[in-house]
């Protein structure tokens, strides 16, 4: 491999690193938003939430790619490749967040709560000064754990010619006929990406168990 | 004619992508368990150089995307000289792959196994292999239930990936379907209804194994 094959890869290892990042970014949020809607219980909405989690945990990442990226110009409006393989990921694992933020809150003390009503708190300060801090510490590890999830389900926006960390490989052995070298350092540029995740995990839980005990 | 009637006509395309898809899941994930069984029982016992490259390679199969993997297996083998179709990459590269998942979730259940049975069993003589089979293995597999049916989830979308190594399988069905008729939003709609009935019958076979688990006394709190 030479040095553009190189250059190739770390362009490659970018594109993966900026549409994953804007994706956990938006479905970070999202999915609080989605937690907070599906506590109110309001009736129609809640059961379409429910489905739409239960239909975006259901479908693969590449399915999802291929389906907004072809059917976006029969609806009306084109997408770029990148956008659309950004919303196929966001879709994704905003419908994860969304469980996970849930959990945090079914999970959260009932006596810190009861105690902020005590004190004349109104449920919107009760949420953003004592229910947030905590529960962002606490849903800390199953967030990451879930953005190594989507990171390790990015190449699928490769099928629709975004231009990432795998695609790239083909790109390469296209020119050079030797596909082994640029797999095995995407391999290893991914294993870098994703061991740096799960060691910030590892960092998370223990804050996370520091503020159990 | 509307959309839905030539999805109709071209149902045997689906039905066959859909049959591809739910044989090679079958296969693949039927391997997988067995790796992840047998990986379990090779890390048995005192560590050794042996079970720690063993842990050293889940490790890091657990931090490689699944396509990855199986571009080692379809465009990495052929320069060392071994040229597998792409249907038996695919399926090679998600038994390895989830194998290895599979070994990791029994690992954690292997941690908190309780002491006692085992010095129970090796008092009334039993060899490592029985024990294994006879002992540690059936509650670790219904203690893991939960996991493994969220892992069956997870291989099942990545037989997707495999469209993209060219294995004809159900995105591959819809995807040549809205290609050749451009209805694209009915042929995908049809595919992910597939997947997603065949995650939610995954879903209701998990919670009926709690119940064989729970009359059985596999499940202890």
Redesign the interface.
């Known amino acids: 491999m030479n040095a553009s094959a190189w250059q190739m890869l770390f362009d490659g290892a970018w594109t993966t690193l900026w549409i994953s990042a804007v994706s956990i970014a938006i479905g970070v949020v999202a999915g609080l938003i989605i937690a907070l809607i599906r506590l109110a219980r309001i009736p129609v909405i809640d059961q379409i939430l429910v489905l739409y989690i239960s239909l975006a945990r259901a479908t693969p990442l590449v399915t999802l790619a291929l389906f907004i990226f072809l059917s976006a110009p029969t609806l009306g409006f084109g997408l770029d490749r990148s956008v659309a393989g950004i919303l196929a990921l966001t879709i994704n694992t905003t419908a994860f967040n969304a469980e996970i933020w849930r959990s945090g809150f079914r999970n959260f003390s009932r006596d810190q709560r009861e105690a902020a009503m005590a004190t004349g708190m109104t449920p919107w300060i009760t949420f953003r000064r004592i229910m947030l801090p905590q529960m962002i510490i606490t849903s800390l590890p199953g967030l990451i754990n879930e953005m190594s999830f989507l990171i390790k389900g990015s190449p699928a926006i490769a099928v629709i010619g975004v231009v990432d960390l795998t695609r790239v490989t083909n790109r390469i052995s296209a020119v050079t006929y030797e596909p082994l070298p640029p797999i095995l350092v995407a391999c290893a540029l991914y294993m870098v990406i994703i061991g740096a995740l799960v060691w910030l995990q590892r960092l998370a839980e223990r804050r996370a168990n520091r503020l159990a005990t | 004619m509307s959309n839905w009637d030539i999805l109709w006509q071209a149902r045997d395309e689906f039905w066959t992508g859909f049959l591809n898809t739910m044989q090679i899941f079958g296969l693949s994930i039927t391997a997988a368990f067995v790796i992840g069984c047998f990986m379990l029982y090779l890390l048995e016992g005192r560590p050794s150089v042996g079970k720690l490259s063993l842990r050293v390679f889940i490790d890091?199969m657990r931090?490689?995307?699944?396509?990855?993997l199986a571009?080692?297996l379809y465009?990495?083998l052929?320069?060392?000289g071994v040229r597998l179709d792409a249907w038996w990459a695919g399926v090679g590269a998600l038994a390895v792959y989830h194998g290895c998942y599979f070994a990791e979730i029994f690992r954690g259940s292997r941690l908190v196994f309780p002491q006692g049975q085992i010095e129970a069993a090796q008092a009334h003589g039993f060899t490592r292999a029985r024990m294994f089979v006879r002992l540690i293995l059936p509650q670790i597999v219904m203690q893991t239930r939960p996991l493994i049916g969220n892992q069956l989830?997870y291989a099942?979308?990545?037989?997707?990936?495999l469209?993209?190594i060219t294995v004809r399988e159900l995105?591959a069905a819809?995807?040549s379907l809205?290609g050749t008729y451009?209805?694209?939003?009915e042929a995908?709609?049809v595919?992910?209804g597939f997947?997603?009935a065949?995650?939610?019958a995954m879903e209701i076979i998990i919670k009926q194994c709690g119940r064989f688990g729970a009359r059985r006394g596999l499940d202890h709190a």
């Open positions: 890091g931090m490689l995307p699944f396509l990855m571009y080692l465009y990495g052929p320069t060392l989830i099942l979308k990545d037989t997707a990936f469209v993209i995105t819809a995807n809205s451009f209805i694209p939003t995908f709609l595919v992910i997947y997603w065949v995650s939610i």
